[in-house]
C-alpha cells in the first residue's frame, strides 16, 4: 500500500497558479503510475494528469493541455501538479492516486490508493 499526502491547495484568483504536491511513502513507486484527479461538489471525480514514474511520462485530460503539468521528483518520491490561469472550473477537492501498473488509466476506479484530497478554490 502507498500513503499518499496531498498539498499546497488554497484559495486564489482567476488567473493565479498553483502548485499542488503528493507525497508517497510505504513503496517504491518504479512499477506504479500516478494520477491526480478531481472531484467538484456535485460532480464525478475526473481525471485531470497522470505520470508514469519510471520514465516521467506525462498524460494529460484534454481540457488541461497546457495548463497543467505535472512533474515528479525520485529523490522526493513526491508528484507535482502544476497549474496556471485558474478558473471558476478548476474549483474542486484535487486528489492524488497510485495505482501499480506501467499504464497510465483516466479511470479513478483503477487506482488503488488515495490521499485525502486538498481543496483548490478560484475566485471570479
Known amino acids: 500500500q502507498v500513503q499518499l499526502v496531498e498539498s499546497g491547495g488554497g484559495l486564489v484568483q482567476a488567473g493565479d497558479s498553483l502548485r499542488l504536491s503528493c507525497a508517497a511513502s510505504?513503496?517504491?513507486?518504479?512499477?506504479?503510475?500516478m494520477g491526480w484527479f478531481r472531484q467538484a461538489p456535485g460532480k464525478e471525480r475526473e481525471f485531470v494528469a497522470g505520470?508514469?514514474?519510471?520514465?516521467?511520462?506525462?498524460y494529460y485530460a484534454d481540457s488541461e493541455k497546457g495548463r497543467f503539468t505535472i512533474s515528479r521528483d525520485n529523490a522526493k518520491n513526491t508528484v507535482y501538479l502544476q497549474m496556471n490561469s485558474l478558473n471558476a472550473e478548476d474549483t474542486a477537492v484535487y486528489y492524488c492516486?497510485?495505482?501499480?501498473?506501467?499504464?497510465?488509466?483516466?479511470?479513478?476506479?483503477?487506482?488503488?490508493?488515495w490521499g485525502q484530497g486538498t481543496q483548490v478554490t478560484v475566485s471570479s
Open positions: 492516486a497510485a495505482n501499480p501498473s506501467m499504464v497510465v488509466f483516466r479511470t479513478s476506479r483503477v487506482y488503488k490508493d
Open positions: 510505504g513503496r517504491t513507486l518504479s512499477s506504479y503510475t
Open positions: 505520470i508514469r514514474w519510471s520514465d516521467g511520462s506525462p
